[in-house]
T-cell receptor, first 112, second 111 residues
Framework: DVKVTQSSRYLVKRTGEKVFLECVQD?????MFWYRQDPGLGLRLIYF???????EKGDIPEGYSVSREKKERFSLILESASTNQTSMYLC???????????FGQGTRLTVV | GQQVMQIPQYQHVQEGEDFTTYCNSS?????IQWYKQRPGGHPVFLIQ?????EVKKQKRLTFQFGEAKKNSSLHITATQTTDVGTYFC???????????FGTGTRLQVTL
């Protein structure tokens, strides 16, 4: 059974903290994605990685960075968390080509 | 980047009624995917369309890709309470298959 695992289901952080969200997939997929989901705005792509150490900005990369040191792991970093980064964060992975994406369970991050 | 727009944003139907959500793009799409997200869950892949005018069916769900490949629709016949959730269309772009989602349509079904 395919699996994308996000390290935390719920997270509460303080403004200004550096926050790491981790995502691991066990399907040997080339592509990994980070999205944030907010009511009425759908799923917005933050960053995309198509190979180890390779990344591409999505639609809303400001305030975020990513790291992909190993194929199975894709980390999202909030350099200095702000309250407007309170959201649901979803990680996904897929094989290269026109294939379906598999999602993790999501991390609900609250920045106070 | 421009998101693919979906309409309506929300629809509430009685069980047994039909439901349609539309996905519109200002640019030609090479393909379109559809996902369903149940309340409290994560998006799950339903189907992919790649050909102009393509129509695919999954039981009560009918998916269509426009002739000009700028729009797509998902139609559910005789909705059931199990159809509740948010339906997203998504497009793949580039050789590395970047996946960008639409704004989603939330469906509520009541008895």
């Amino acid at each position: 059974d395919v699996k994308v695992t996000q390290s935390s289901r719920y997270l509460v952080k303080r403004t200004g903290e550096k926050v790491f969200l981790e995502c691991v997939q066990d399907m040997d997929h080339e592509n990994m994605f980070w999205y944030r989901q907010d009511p009425g705005l759908g799923l917005r792509l933050i960053y995309f990685s198509y190979d180890v150490k390779m990344k591409e900005k999505g639609d809303i990369p400001e305030g975020y960075s990513v790291s992909r040191e190993k194929k199975e792991r894709f980390s999202l970093i909030l350099e200095s968390a702000s309250t407007n980064q309170t959201s649901m964060y979803l990680c996904a992975s897929s094989r290269r080509g026109n294939t379906e994406a598999f999602f993790g369970q999501g991390t609900r991050l609250t920045v106070v | 980047g421009q998101q693919v727009m979906q309409i309506p944003q929300y629809q509430h139907v009685q069980e047994g009624e039909d439901f349609t959500t539309y996905c519109n793009s200002s640019t030609t799409l090479s393909n379109i995917q559809w996902y369903k997200q149940r309340p409290g869950g994560h998006p799950v892949f339903l189907i992919q369309l790649v050909k102009s005018g393509e129509v695919k069916k999954q039981k009560r769900l009918t998916f269509q890709f426009g002739e000009a490949k700028k729009n797509s629709s998902l139609h559910i016949t005789a909705t059931q309470t199990t159809d509740v959730g948010t339906y997203f269309c998504a497009r793949l772009t580039g050789t590395a298959s970047k996946l960008t989602f639409g704004t989603g349509t939330r469906l509520q079904v009541t008895l």
